[in-house]
C-alpha cells in the first residue's frame, strides 16, 4: 500500500532494506545522509562520476568523453550490469545499507520504479522548471511524487513493433516484405489472436519456434492493461485469483505453448542468446531498445527485420530513468550529468548508438530520428516506424509498488509451464495467486 507520508530517509532505507530481503546492516544506516555538493556542479578539484546503467543505454565512450571536454574537471566512468535484475538487485540492497557504494548515477527501470517512488527522500530530487516540456508527460508523471519530487530524469521509453526473421518466413512459406508482415500479423487492427494465428501457419512448416519467450510476450501483453495488478484509486493488489484480465492473457499464452508457438527460452540468459544464433525463433516483440539487443547477439546473422505493427493496439515496454542517489558525494555534479545524458542531443546519438527511442520531444522530432534506418534489420525505417508505434501509446498504464513482484510470480508461472516444464497451466496459476496473496 502506498504511504500518504514521506517517511524519513533512514525510515526509509530500513523499510526498503526489508523489502529488498537484505540482512540487518544498522551501522550503514549512517551514511544516509545527503550527498556534499552545494550550488553548482563544477567542482574546485577533478573528480569522476560513476554512471550505472544496464543492457545498453547507448552511452558511447565517445560521447562521455564529451562530456569532459565541456567540463575538463569531470571524468565520468559508466558501470554496465547485465541485466535489469542484476542492476534492481544492487541498487536496492546498498539503498537498505545506506547508500554505500552506490554510483553517482544509478539507473532505474520503469517497472521497479514505483517501488522507489515510495523512499524519495534516497534520492535527490531533480524538478528543475528550465527542464519542463523537454519530456512527453506521462514519462515526467512516472517519476514524479505527489508532492512534487521528481526522482528520476526520462531516458528512453519503449513503442513496440515485431521484429521477425524474414528468411524463416520466407522458408516457411509466409510473406517477407514488412509491410506484407504487418498485414499479416493484423495491420493496424492487429489482435494477439491474429499474432498467434500467424504463428501456428508458422510452426506447422518450420523447425523453429514462432517467438523467444513466454516472459517477454507475456511483458508485452499485460502491458496493455490500464491497471494490472493493483487498484489505481488505492494502490492495492488486486486478488490474483479474480483478476480475469491478466489469467486471460495467461491463458492465451499458455495456450500457444501448448501449440509449440515458443521457444521456450528466458530473455537475457544464456540459451536465449544462443537461440539467437541457432534459429530458435521466428519473431519477438520489440521495443525500441530491443533492436540494440538482438544486433548484439545476432551478429552475423541475415535476415532481421522489423514490421510496424504491434497486436493490440499500442504498447509501451520498459523505458529508464536516471536518479541521484542522495548518498553521493557530488549529488550536483551528478543532477548536472543526469540532465545533460537525458538532453534531446544526446538521447539522439543514444538512438543511433542503441536503438532507445527517446522520450525527449525534441529528440523525437529530430530528423537524425526521423529519418534513422537500421542497416543489421534490413535497412528498416526504425526511426519512423517507432515514432508512429509510439503515438499508438496512450499515456502510461498505472504501476504500484507491488507491480514488479506480482509481475514476477506470474511470469514465474509461465516459465513452470514453459522452460521448466515442471507444472501444467492450471498447477503453475494456482502458486502464482497463492504467492502473490502471500506478498500482503
Known sequence: ?????????????????????????????????????????????????????????????????????????????????????????????????????????????????????????????????????????????????????????????????????????????????????????????????????????????????????????????????PAAFEDPETGEPKDLADNTDVKAIYDEITGSVDDDLSAGLIQWEADWDAGFQNDAFATMLCPGWMTGAVEERAGGVEGWDVANVFPGGGGNWGGSFLTVPASGEHAEAAKELAAWLTDPEQQTKAFEAAGTFPSQLEAQDSEAVQSSTNAFFNDAPVGEIFSERAQSIDGAPFKGANYFAIRDEVTNALNRVDVTKSQDADKAWDEAVEKAAALG
Not at 530481503?21 to 573528480?47: K, N, Y
Not at 517501488?115 to 530530487?125: G, I, S
Not at 522548471?129 to 514519462?139: A, H, I, M, S, T
Not at 513496440?160 to 493484423?186: H, I, M, N, Q, S
Open 1 to 225: 500500500m502506498l504511504s500518504s507520508t514521506r517517511p524519513t530517509r533512514r525510515a526509509a532505507a530500513r523499510t526498503l532494506q526489508a523489502t529488498a530481503g537484505v540482512a540487518a546492516v544498522a551501522l550503514a544506516l549512517t551514511a544516509c545522509g545527503g550527498g556534499s555538493d552545494e550550488g553548482s556542479g563544477e567542482e574546485d578539484g577533478p573528480i569522476t562520476l560513476k554512471v550505472a546503467t544496464f543492457n545498453d543505454f547507448g552511452y558511447t565512450d565517445e560521447m562521455l568523453a564529451s562530456y569532459t571536454d565541456e567540463h575538463p574537471n569531470v571524468t565520468v566512468e559508466q558501470v554496465k550490469a547485465a541485466t535489469s535484475d542484476d542492476a534492481r538487485a544492487n541498487l536496492t540492497t546498498k539503498l537498505a545499507a545506506g547508500g554505500d557504494g552506490l554510483a553517482d548515477i544509478e539507473a532505474i527501470e520503469v517497472d521497479w520504479l514505483p517501488e522507489l517512488m515510495q523512499y524519495p527522500d534516497l534520492f535527490t530530487d531533480l524538478a528543475d522548471p528550465e527542464l519542463d516540456g523537454r519530456w512527453v508527460d506521462w514519462k515526467v508523471q512516472q517519476a514524479t511524487t505527489t508532492d512534487g519530487t521528481v526522482i528520476g530524469y526520462g531516458t528512453d521509453i519503449g513503442p513496440e513493433a515485431v521484429c521477425y526473421r524474414a528468411d524463416l518466413f520466407e522458408k516457411a512459406g509466409l510473406p517477407t516484405d514488412r509491410e506484407e508482415v504487418a498485414e499479416l500479423l493484423g495491420g493496424e487492427d492487429a489482435t494477439w489472436e491474429d499474432y498467434f494465428a500467424a504463428g501456428r501457419k508458422f510452426v506447422k512448416k518450420s523447425d523453429s519456434a514462432w517467438y523467444d519467450s513466454v516472459g517477454g510476450t507475456f511483458q508485452g501483453m499485460v502491458n496493455q492493461l
